[in-house]
């Protein structure tokens, strides 16, 4: 089985995907636009392992995978958070570490 060619991470990379619309919606104020990329983004996390686990496509890969999206996730919503004055800029450095 091609580890990249299962629905949870197709659920995944639109996860990926909503990350720049979410930070642009930030910068822009747009918080509203923001909240619903945050919240299809978070829906995504939520339902990709179950998916995983349904259809039995839970691999290695898309364990990775799903880590390393959700760190993007959080560390791009930070940085926009604190190019808005909203946060200290040192958790951007803290949570990728």
Same mark, same amino acid.
């Given at each position: 089985m091609n580890p990249w060619l299962t629905w949870a991470n197709l +659920?995944? *990379?639109i996860r990926v995907l909503l990350? &720049?619309?979410?930070?642009y919606a930030m910068l822009q104020a747009y918080w509203w636009w923001a909240a619903l990329a945050f919240t299809a983004a978070a829906m995504s996390d939520f339902y990709d392992g179950k +998916? &995983?686990?349904?259809f039995d496509q839970?691999? &290695?890969f898309g364990g990775l995978l799903d880590h390393a999206t959700d760190a993007m996730l959080v *560390?791009? %919503?930070?940085? &926009?958070s604190y190019e808005l004055g909203i946060i200290? %800029?040192?958790l951007c450095w803290?949570?990728?570490l």
């Open positions: +659920l995944t *990379s990350i &720049a619309p979410m930070v +998916l &995983a686990r349904k839970a691999t &290695a *560390s791009f %919503g930070c940085w &926009a200290n %800029g040192i803290l949570i990728p």
